[in-house]
């Protein structure tokens, strides 16, 4: 089997398509997989065996024969904790085939054979009878099939056709329930994540104030959930306007509707402000009686109790359709909807004096269509990207340095995916500043209209007239497109919404190169150059995700580990992955170091650009791996970093950009520095490929 993969080229900007074989679909998802994360979340375990046994002992003390039902078994751990438990048999189901045998193997080597039977299906395949997959119904149902939306991977489709075809009635179920919580707050920083925010250009004739369109506005959005390590988000980041309100809850004991439905509860604002993000989390509840309880809450809601690190499970940010003021005290009623896979919400306020019957008459049109974004920017634009477009810091620095590089009579030219540069440029130069927005995307505009955003957003600035935009790839630019006049300051962030890790925004050198015949012989680029970057690190807590585990809870799950490696070694070994560090605390263990540099004054060259060298290990600590990142150098005195932003104590504690992904190279090993008088030092190797503008890298410890 052939499977089909698309990834952006980097020195094209444009995504491609090309045939892997039948492991590499397989060996992606292993090696990127949370199978490590779960296994290494003691508290998940610790409280998912509580649970099993105490299942198991009910049903034994009825008297019945303990039989197991375990929907996604992946490792097997929860089929082996219920036959250590003493169920008398379990039907293991797990429906991705490199998992369902690993699951055999995992299962043979912990001696419990003849006890779990691993079935590659998916549940709905299952069948059950004398030659079915099961021989009869299970009287205990066990599963682990949540997303940090709860229901963002099916769990309720599942549950649905397991009451109805593979489990008794009156089951038994691990966990018993799981409950949504909610809570109403203001904050600008999440805020910024959805909405663009008028951006204030102080130019020559005055203040210029920039303005998204209407449609922007009041755009809905998209429905994707947004969720984050909400454990990191600082309280002076946001101000809780409502208590922690239970949304819903699901009996997972009992048959389970997954049909499309709302849930509505009444609130009252402890605090006025306005209201724009519901954070949400759940808990479950191993037991009927809710005495074995997991919680994802985040740190100030119960902050006696000390908190498990995860990334499989972590918080969801939704965003209001508008946002509403709120007065203390007042009625407000808060709408979850919900579909099969994913929940929405709404804010409605109670009218006066409203009534019993007015109240039902409200309910009828609280269901509010999922959302769809209308105005373009949601599709072309993720969360992080609208907080860096709204980030006033960084948008002082590209104003101060197109200020230094715009004369009067500039013919700019801007090659960035919706970018607010070329606007900038017009804003701070004289009227004869000619800007042009290059659609490198072609491929794509069918599905984002980048075009007709900008159509949008230019208009509701009343400057249509003034920036035109170009839609056609760098390489095949002509003359004619800028009225045969040759591009003075050729502009860039540079942001390309295919790059993945930070480099493949070098996607901009390559445009530069192909569009070199339009330059003037004095064209200013900006920024002028970019350097890589890199420090080794101690993570808090991400080093887990690549981490093996060796023994859970007393099983020996090492065949999970040695997959795990073996598909690393596959295809990733020498790549790196990207990942948010403001959400990943980690300490520098060694100085910052710049690596590479690539001058945007001059094409790419042919050869490949390599550096050697090494970095001395400066603090104790343990090396979990490398942080690469990307500064830009907007001229030769303002530059602006997308990773490292400050090392802020004497312990080593980072501050990351908080709009950007670094890139993280694990280290197959790792090691502990202890000795300061004598640093040890790593030693690397980076190669950037100019053909394929991909980074290469290896390391010695
Ligand atoms: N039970 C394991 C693994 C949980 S991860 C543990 O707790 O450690 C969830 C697993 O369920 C994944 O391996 C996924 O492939 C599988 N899965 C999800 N829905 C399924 C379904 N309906 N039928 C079979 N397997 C499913």
């Known amino acids: 089997m052939k499977t089909f993969c698309g990834r952006a080229n980097p020195t094209t900007g444009s995504m491609e398509w090309f045939e892997e074989g039948e492991d590499y679909d397989y060996h992606q998802e292993i090696a990127r997989s949370r199978y490590a994360d779960m296994l290494h979340d003691k508290d998940r375990n610790v409280k998912y065996y509580q649970g099993i046994r105490a299942a198991v002992s009910r049903v034994k003390e009825r008297g019945e024969k303990a039989i197991v039902l375990d929907i996604g078994t992946g490792t097997g751990l929860l089929s082996m904790m219920a036959a250590s438990a003493g169920a008398d048999f379990c039907y293991a189901i797990e429906v991705f085939k490199p998992m369902a045998n690993a699951a055999v193997k995992i299962v043979e080597k912990n001696g419990f054979s003849d006890k779990i039977k691993v079935i590659n299906k998916h549940s709905t395949e299952v069948t ?46 691990v966990p018993h329930r799981a409950t949504v919580y909610v809570q109403l707050v203001e904050s600008r920083r999440m805020w910024s994540w959805k909405k663009l925010f008028p951006v204030h250009v102080e130019a020559e004739d005055g203040e210029k104030i920039l303005v998204p369109p209407s449609e922007m506005e009041n755009c809905p959005g998209v429905p994707s959930v947004c969720d984050i390590q909400l454990n990191q988000m600082p309280s002076s980041d946001f101000s809780t306007l409502s208590d922690v309100v239970t949304m819903f809850s699901v009996d997972f004991s009992k048959p389970v509707q997954s049909a499309s439905t709302y849930y509505r509860v009444q609130l009252e604002p402890v605090k006025s402000g306005k209201a724009q993000i519901v954070l949400s989390w759940w808990d479950i509840d191993m037991d009927p009686l809710g005495m074995i309880n997991c919680t994802m809450a985040p740190y100030w809601v119960k902050p006696t109790s000390a908190l498990q690190w995860r990334d499989h499970w972590m918080q969801c940010v939704y965003f209001l359709p508008h946002e509403e003021p709120v007065l203390q005290g007042e009625k407000l009623y808060l709408t979850a909807c919900r579909d099969e896979y994913s929940v929405w919400y709404n804010l409605q306020k109670a009218r006066e004096g409203e009534n019993k019957a007015d109240e039902e008459e409200h309910k009828a049109d609280v269901r509010v269509e999922s959302p769809v974004c209308r105005c373009r920017a949601h599709l072309l634009w993720n969360r992080p990207r609208f907080g860096e477009l709204n980030d006033q810091n960084r948008t002082r620095q590209y104003i101060k340095a197109l200020r230094k590089v715009l004369k009067t009579d500039s013919v700019c030219l801007c090659i960035s995916d919706g970018s607010l540069l070329p606007v900038l440029a017009h804003c701070l130069g004289a009227k004869q500043v000619q800007c042009l927005v290059l659609s490198v995307h072609p491929s794509r505009i069918d599905l984002y209209h980048p075009h007709e955003l900008w159509q949008a957003f230019l208009k509701a600035n009343h400057l249509e007239a003034k920036i035109k935009i170009i839609e056609a790839r760098p390489e095949l630019l002509k003359p004619s497109h800028l009225e045969d006049k040759k591009i003075s300051v050729l502009v860039g962030e540079p942001f390309f919404t295919t790059s993945l890790l930070p480099w493949h925004n070098l996607y901009f050198w390559y445009a530069r190169t192909a569009v070199s015949t339009h330059l003037a012989s004095s064209v200013t680029v900006l920024p002028q150059s970019a350097s890589l970057h890199m420090m080794i690190v101690e993570f808090q807590d991400l080093w887990r995700i690549r981490s093996p585990c060796g023994t859970c809870e007393g099983f020996d799950v090492q065949t999970m580990d040695d997959m795990i490696k073996d598909s690393l070694n596959f295809r990733e070994s020498k790549e790196a992955e990207p990942h948010p560090l403001w959400e990943y605390p980690c300490k520098s263990l060694s100085d910052p170091q710049e690596v590479l540099t690539f001058d945007f004054t001059k094409t790419v060259p042919q050869h490949c650009l390599s550096a050697e060298g090494s970095l001395k290990l400066l603090r104790k600590g343990k090396s979990h791996g490398a942080v690469l990142w990307m500064e830009y150098h907007l001229t030769a005195d303002i530059s602006v970093s997308t990773g490292l932003m400050q090392i802020s104590n004497e312990k080593g504690n980072c501050e990351w950009n908080p709009h950007c992904k670094q890139a993280v190279y694990f280290f ?34």
């Open 128 to 173: 059950v009878g004398p030659d079915g997959d099961m021989q009869c119904r299970a009287n205990i149902l066990v599963t682990e099939l949540f997303d940090t939306e709860l229901i963002g991977e099916g769990a309720l489709p599942t549950y649905e056709h397991a009451h109805k075809y593979l489990v008794q009635e009156g089951c038994e179920a």
């Open 668 to 701: 197959s090993s790792v090691i502990e520095s202890e000795i300061l008088s004598d640093p040890t030092a790593v030693t690397y190797a980076i190669n950037f490929d100019t053909k394929t503008g991909e980074i290469a890298m290896d390391f010695k410890l």
